[in-house]
């Protein structure tokens, strides 16, 4: 199948521009290793040109035209936007796959969320005009308050390669619902999708400056991007490691972050389970978008005396699973993002053999694909609280297996991580799955699932995974300030300091 990759520039000011250094990346299909076009690489230059730009877009017409506008005037575009996505859904989606290796189908789906989140700012961008001026009661009547919600400004928004474009709305919608201008800095490894939002929003007529998308290298744009004085907030989605390095960047000039990080996340298997239906919700927390999302349930607690038959139960699953080009139909798992995160999955698999784990199955490349970045599902068992499978995050198709005697046992190794971002516990006991839900330390926690995503619903973790929430009204709350206005509305002086008149 060909996809034609458009070739597109920066977009600044809402006109495509050439980076300054003139320079492009290569863009490496996963799925054949080979090159199926390019992007522009942005600089500090470019970076410098996008921030004036979003400045002037909050500045025009003293704010009249975005900032200060009604958030239904700005819900106008949201809803634009999210039907023009709708019209596009199958070229995005093909592009997504192409770029990325998720699943077709995993990429369609992906679409609607993406649409379905434009659509839902929207709404928030409506009822943000009925909340202000929203009244505080005071305990003295001599004075009356109210509060004001605004756009906190400029931001940068920094994004992942596991879901572009969709990563990319949980951002700019509420970005641009609460009224801020933004600077978008997708990852190098996938950004097609991404500079297609720009001709999305060109064709949807927003305002110039309002949405700037910036592809390139970290260091080169989005480094500069993060400490840039002129940027009032940053909202990442990435590594602890660069989110620790921009939090850094950021506190020199106390920029607020919003960081949504890396996870090692717990999935709990009680005895009194459906084993298939808990062998499929746990493939699917950590396999689904070939294993690459940073809530992945990747470290699975099953109760001991279920443990062999269980297992069992989930190599049979697994080995089932439809490997193969993410435009094949049934395709399942597609390859890892990049030649460099391949070798880094293989990496940990070796490890943990070396350190005397087992692997169950998968742990290689699958035979009948000679080209591609793919990586079997892998379950490794035997596992032991030291080694680096236990503790670190793989972002692949890997699951490392402990086994529990107690509920008590269950919980104190779920919670030994330095991530904190989702966790799952599957049985038929309700007031078990609340118990355990309630001590576990993460900032989700699924029951009888793993993984449903929506955009209502807030998502964020604790720990080391960051903090912040995105989604729902939580990630509206992200872009806007506070204002109070407290007003005296008594005839009377203050009366505080003595009258010169009455001296």
């Not at 992007?39 to 003293?62: F, G, K, Q, S």
Request: hydrophobic share 40%; glycine share 8%.
């Amino acid at each position: 199948m060909t996809i034609a990759v458009p070739s597109r520039q920066l977009f600044i000011d809402g006109e495509w521009r050439e980076p300054v250094n003139k320079k492009r990346i290569p863009v490496i299909n996963p799925a054949t290793e080979e090159i199926i076009g390019d992007i522009p690489a942005a600089t500090e230059e470019d970076v410098n040109i996008a921030v004036d730009a979003a400045r002037r877009a909050l500045a025009r017409n003293r704010g009249r035209d975005w900032r200060l506008a009604s958030g239904a005037h700005r819900a106008k575009y949201l809803r634009a936007i999210a039907a023009k996505i709708t019209e596009r859904k199958s070229e995005l989606a093909s592009l997504e796959a192409i770029d990325c290796g998720k699943p077709l189908e995993e990429a369609a789906w992906d679409m609607d969320d993406v649409a379905a989140c434009f659509e839902y700012y929207a709404d928030l961008a409506e009822g943000l005009d009925a909340k202000q001026k929203a009244h505080v009661s005071l305990p003295m009547q001599t004075f009356r308050s109210h509060v004001l919600k605004e756009p906190i400004g400029v931001v940068g928004l920094i994004t992942p390669w596991n879901y572009p474009l969709l990563m990319a709305a949980w951002k700019v919608a509420p970005a641009l619902a609460a009224g801020c201008a933004a600077i978008l800095k997708p990852s190098e490894l996938a950004s097609i999708t991404c500079l297609e939002l720009a001709e999305v929003c060109k064709e949807a007529g927003l305002p110039p400056g309002v949405i700037n998308i910036l592809t390139g290298l970290g260091p080169e744009a989005g480094a500069p991007l993060a400490s840039h004085p002129h940027v009032d907030k940053i909202a990442f989605t990435g590594s602890t490691a660069t989110g620790s390095k921009i939090m850094s960047s950021a506190a020199q000039i106390v920029k607020p972050v919003t960081l949504e990080l890396g996870g090692k996340s717990p999935i709990l298997v009680f005895e009194d389970v459906d084993l298939d239906k808990a062998a499929e919700w746990t493939m699917f927390g950590c396999f689904w978008t070939n294993g690459q999302i940073c809530s992945a349930t990747s470290r699975l607690l099953v109760q001991e005396s279920i443990a062999t038959e269980f297992l069992d139960r989930l190599v049979r699953w697994s080995r089932n699973i439809k490997i193969s080009d993410p435009f094949e139909e049934g395709c399942r798992l597609g390859p890892v993002v990049s030649a460099g995160q391949h070798e880094k999955v293989m990496k940990i698999i070796s490890t943990a053999r070396s350190e005397g784990a087992t692997i169950l199955c998968g742990g290689t490349r699958p035979q009948h694909l000679k080209k591609g970045y793919f990586v079997e599902p892998t379950i490794i068992s035997d596992v032991t609280t030291s080694m680096q499978i236990w503790r670190e995050e793989v972002f692949g198709p890997v699951l490392c297996v402990k086994t529990f005697s107690t509920e008590e046992e269950a919980i104190e190794l779920a919670n030994d991580t330095h991530y904190g971002l989702g966790a799952a516990v599957i049985s038929k006991d309700l007031d078990r799955c609340e118990r355990v839900t309630k001590v576990l330390q993460s900032g989700i926690v699924w029951v009888n699932c793993s993984q449903p995503c929506f955009c209502q619903a807030p998502w964020g973790g604790t720990k080391r995974s960051g903090f912040g929430r995105e989604l729902g009204e939580w990630g509206l709350e992200n872009y806007l300030s506070v204002k109070q206005v407290t007003e005296y509305i008594s005839d009377e002086p203050w009366g505080w300091y003595p009258s010169p008149s009455k001296l």
